[in-house]
Nanobody, 120 residues
């Protein structure tokens, strides 16, 4: 069973920065894509940014383009989300997501979620 462990998050003032980290371990399958999603109460979970392991393809939500940067380590099992110029509307629970390629198809795993609160 893959383990997804997140760190970072917290309280920051508008205009500030935070860095989230996520490590996937104990996976029997190949990591295909890792990324970050976010969710606020009563709303659906939305994709923030993803990075594909084999070619480093990256995609961002329009709301965070130019402010957030996703990156990974050389092993491809840890991803980072550098969040700059944070706005109150970035306040949410942020979840790390892992897409796994299995011999028979696909699987996925989620982290436990990190609180990000942008407030003065």
């Amino acid at each position: 069973q893959v383990q997804v462990v997140e760190s970072g998050g917290g309280l920051v003032q508008p205009g500030g920065s935070l860095r989230l980290s996520c490590t996937a371990s104990n996976s029997r399958f190949t990591i295909h894509t890792m990324g970050w999603y976010r969710q606020t109460p009563g709303k659906q979970r939305d994709r923030v940014a993803i990075i594909r392991r084999h070619d480093d393809y990256i995609d961002y939500a329009e709301a965070v383009k130019g402010r957030f940067t996703i990156s990974r380590d050389n092993a491809g099992s840890t991803v980072y989300l550098q969040m700059d110029s944070l706005k109150p509307e970035d306040t949410a629970t942020y979840y790390c997501h892992v897409d796994l390629k299995t011999p028979t198809g696909w699987s996925e795993a989620w982290g436990q979620g990190l609180e990000v609160n942008v407030s003065s």
